[in-house]
């Protein structure tokens, strides 16, 4: 399985980014697929999470202005960004993680960048 997201790129404050992140290869059974970003300086943080039965999760600090979802026919995950802070400036990182096999894959990192 590899991933491969894009979508990144430099944003003023305010402004809004979208994701994506599609998943090659196979994939059988129930999965989770989203985001975890990194900001400089800080550990890797989860950002939203949605599985294949459609259960949602979001970091507090992000809920009600990130949006995850998925086109599973496409094998695809979004992030659709809003209200970027400059704190949101971060490497974003989707992720696959397979329940059958408790297999998890990463995709390579997308840069955001929130200007102030």
């Known amino acids: 399985v590899q991933l491969q997201a894009s979508g990144g790129g430099l944003v003023q404050a305010g402004g809004s980014l979208r994701l994506s992140c599609a998943a090659s290869?196979?994939?059988?059974?129930?999965?989770?697929m989203g985001w975890h970003r990194q900001c400089p300086g800080k550990q890797r943080e989860l950002v939203a999470s949605?599985?294949?039965?459609?259960?949602?999760n979001y970091a507090d600090s992000m809920e009600g202005r990130f949006t995850i979802s998925r086109d599973s026919a496409k094998n695809t995950v979004y992030l659709q960004m809003n209200s970027l802070k400059p704190e949101d400036t971060a490497v974003y990182y989707c992720?696959?993680?397979?329940?059958?096999?408790?297999?998890?894959?990463w995709g390579q990192g997308t840069l955001v960048t929130v200007s102030s």
């Open positions: 992720y696959l993680w397979i329940a059958t096999s408790r297999d998890a894959y």
């Open positions: 290869g196979s994939i059988l059974g129930i999965n989770v």
């Open positions: 949605l599985s294949s039965r459609g259960s949602t």
